[in-house]
């Protein structure tokens, strides 16, 4: 004979509902604690003080910038050094030329990496371990030890202090290629390349209607990556380059303040100077590439 438990002889525990925090809950939001913001508010005034410092110097003169302790808070000379920072260097042809160089080799490397990327992603052809591994050895190489044989060559083709001696030996990136196909190897399922083949695709129509859409938020990282890096290069252009010809940004910064003693004051003035275009087109396009970087993660 069987006996059946009313609902009250029942065990406490059997009815006692499990009660989750509401950061766990389905479709919940996950609030940070006091910690957090005062970790990330550290985080935030350590990575804007060089910038702050900068305009803080630019705003000073030597005799005060010598003291102990160095100011800290804005003198009355900023916009005056800008005004003489921006006509000593002729920083404006030094925007343009940079931003020609900058935007063209961003673009062919985004372009190409994606191309190779996809080849060494999804392709199968003979060689093509031993390929990638060249290229990624090729990251392994110091690019100061390419400086001596570039500039000869750069010497037999006349192209000294003019920007093709600059825009041509970065039209191409190894970390491209390599930062590509990672992201094609989750981002682009086999399934869809195998549908635009059976629909009668050619190579290049697959890259073109397939890889470029699937591939555009990693497009937009690595763009504004080089973009990044092209801006700020130094070594290179300041060996082909020259201030009065055709110098990037970098290259007029680093001919201000010339002399006995070197106007520290005017030489902040002219780097605020050259960061503030890259502030600029991180604040327009900072949110799409943020935006990209998620889209592709939820993708993967």
């Known amino acids: 004979m069987t006996t059946t438990l009313s609902p009250k002889d029942a065990k406490p525990e059997e009815h006692r509902k499990v009660r989750r925090p509401k950061s766990a809950r389905a479709g919940g939001t996950m609030h940070a604690g006091p910690v957090a913001y005062i970790i990330l508010a550290l985080f935030t005034i350590g990575s804007l003080f060089p910038l702050v410092?900068?305009?803080?110097?630019?705003?000073r003169?030597?005799?005060?910038?010598?003291?102990?302790p160095p100011p800290l808070w804005f003198g009355g000379n900023?916009?005056?050094?800008?005004?003489?920072?921006?006509?000593?260097?002729?920083l404006g042809e030094a925007f343009l030329n940079t931003t020609i160089v900058a935007g063209i080799s961003?673009?062919?490397i985004v372009v190409l990496s994606t191309i190779a990327g996809f080849a060494f992603a999804k392709l199968k052809f003979k060689g093509r371990n031993a390929l990638m591994l060249i290229v990624i050895g090729t990251m392994m190489v110091p690019p100061q030890?390419?400086?001596?044989?570039?500039y000869m060559m750069v010497a037999k083709l006349d192209w000294t202090d003019q920007l093709q001696a600059v825009i041509f030996p970065s039209l191409v990136s190894a970390f491209g290629v390599f930062f590509?196909?990672?992201?094609?190897?989750?981002?682009l399922p086999d399934e869809i390349i195998e549908a635009a083949r059976v629909d009668g695709a050619s190579s290049w129509r697959v890259v073109?209607?397939?890889?470029?859409?699937?591939?555009?938020?990693?497009?937009?990282?690595?763009?504004?990556?080089?973009?990044?890096?092209?801006?700020?290069?130094?070594?290179?252009?300041?060996?082909?380059?020259?201030?009065?010809?055709?110098?990037?940004?970098?290259?007029?910064?680093?001919?201000?303040?010339?002399?006995y003693t070197p106007d520290q004051s005017l030489i902040m003035a002219g780097a605020l100077l050259g960061?503030?275009?890259?502030?600029l087109v991180f604040a327009i396009f900072g949110k799409q590439i943020v935006g990209g970087i998620m889209q592709g993660a939820v993708k993967g």
Do not use: C
Request: hydrophobic share 55%; charged share 10%; no cysteine.
């Open 53 to 59: 410092w900068t305009a803080i110097a630019a705003s």
């Open 61 to 68: 003169d030597n005799q005060r910038l010598a003291e102990n």
């Open 78 to 90: 900023l916009f005056d050094k800008l005004e003489v920072a921006w006509e000593d260097a002729n």
């Open 106 to 108: 961003a673009i062919t």
């Open 145 to 150: 030890l390419s400086v001596i044989p570039l």
């Open 180 to 187: 590509m196909r990672q992201y094609l190897i989750q981002a």
């Open 208 to 259: 073109w209607h397939v890889v470029f859409p699937a591939a555009r938020p990693a497009m937009a990282v690595l763009g504004m990556l080089m973009f990044v890096q092209t801006w700020n290069d130094f070594l290179w252009p300041f060996l082909v380059l020259t201030q009065t010809g055709n110098p990037t940004v970098q290259v007029a910064v680093a001919g201000l303040g010339r002399g």
């Open 275 to 279: 960061t503030l275009p890259l502030l």
